[in-house]
T-cell receptor, first 114, second 116 residues
């Protein structure tokens, strides 16, 4: 069965430090991959997505993610974290042939220390 | 652009009553919307796919008679939780699918349901 795994439930980083959130997927072919951020009282916001082509994807708010087929990973990175980045981050994939049915990872809560 | 709204944002109801949640795409049309359920501190689980003008398709394990979905127009989908029970208490989130430089979904802010 298709699945998305985010190994880190909770991560704490200092403001200004770099960030990497891990995501692994289980799917035979290359799925569509997404990173979303969820803040309290707000809907999930799309940070970036990967369909094909360049494996390093740039997103909004200074985030980027790298697709690594050999590792079945799509890790999210940011070189310098801001206090406003504290939120819940979800990795998701559409592995059903572009049906739009997203499978979400468990989420990673990011806490930013001043 | 690409804003999705949900109404109400939260609702408290008595066990046995029915609750309707609306999902609207405010500045675009969406032939397909999705309904998700999120338990506290957990991920989103897809419940059903709502297609304008046709019956919704439900994921395995989701009771179609319990969770009625209607997609009456290109900008509105509704989820009705019928005869709600405390175990139906959850956070319900909708999304609207568009093709914008590839597959993209825009999510509503969610509706928190508490059944007493």
């Amino acid at each position: 069965a298709q699945s998305v795994t985010q190994p880190d439930i909770h991560i704490t980083v200092s403001e200004g430090a770099s960030l990497e959130l891990r995501c692994n997927y289980s799917y035979g072919a290359t799925p569509y991959l997404f990173w979303y951020v969820q803040s309290p009282g707000q809907g999930l916001q799309l940070l970036l997505k990967y369909f094909s082509g360049d494996t390093l994807v740039q997103g909004i708010k200074g985030f980027e993610a790298e697709f690594k087929r050999s590792q079945s990973s799509f890790n999210l990175r940011k070189p310098s974290v801001h206090w406003s980045d504290a939120a819940e981050y979800f990795c998701a994939c559409d592995g059903s042939g572009n049906t739009g049915k997203l499978i979400f990872g468990q989420g990673t809560t990011l806490q930013v220390k001043p | 652009g690409a804003v999705v709204s949900q109404h109400p944002s939260w609702v408290i109801c008595k066990s046995g009553t029915s609750v309707k949640i609306e999902c609207r795409s405010l500045d675009f049309q969406a032939t397909t919307m999705f309904w998700y359920r999120q338990f506290p501190k957990q991920s989103l689980m897809l419940m059903a796919t709502s297609n304008e003008g046709s019956k919704a398709t439900y994921e395995q394990g989701v009771e179609k008679d319990k969770f009625l979905i209607n997609h009456a127009s290109l900008t509105l989908s509704t989820l009705t939780v019928t005869s709600a029970h405390p175990e139906d208490s959850s956070f319900y989130i909708c999304s609207a699918r568009v093709w914008k430089g590839g597959e993209t979904q825009y999510f509503g802010p969610g509706t928190r349901l508490l059944v007493l």
